[in-house]
């Protein structure tokens, strides 16, 4: 089998994961609601306000940061927000573990699982 084809097949399996199957149903719920859209518009508003003051070296005030630290209550407390939040932090554990198993196989390196066998053949990874 190709590497592609190999690609192919870790891609689908990822899509096909109930973590990627949840995020989009979180994704979609949100798309429908638009109070939570409206709490997440804001808050990536004054967020990129808040970089443009930093990358330019001004000074955040306690104003803007009571008021980004307020949004991100706000979409604490919004059960549609909270969820994709969850999926999203779900799915991105996810990729980490798929991202660890692939640098450590490229590396060449053994995760060191208790068992005594080469890289990873014993089915630790």
Do not use: P, W
């Not at 798309?31 to 939570?36: F, K, Q």
């Not at 798929?98 to 068992?115: K, M, P, R, Y």
């Amino acid at each position: 089998m190709s590497l592609e084809a190999k690609a192919e097949n870790l891609a689908d399996a990822i899509a096909n994961s109930s973590e990627f199957e949840e995020l989009k149903d979180a994704e979609a719920k949100l798309e429908e609601n638009e109070e939570a859209q409206s709490i997440m518009q804001k808050f990536q508003s004054k967020q990129q306000q808040v970089q443009m003051m930093q990358q330019t070296g001004q000074e955040i005030d306690e104003d803007v940061k009571e008021e980004l630290q307020s949004l991100r209550s706000e979409m604490q407390d919004n059960d549609v927000i909270s969820e994709l939040m969850s999926k999203q932090q779900e799915f991105n554990k996810i990729m980490e573990e798929v991202n660890n198993v692939l640098s450590t196989a490229i590396q060449g390196e053994e995760e060191d699982c208790g068992h005594d066998h080469g890289g990873c053949a014993g089915g630790c990874c």
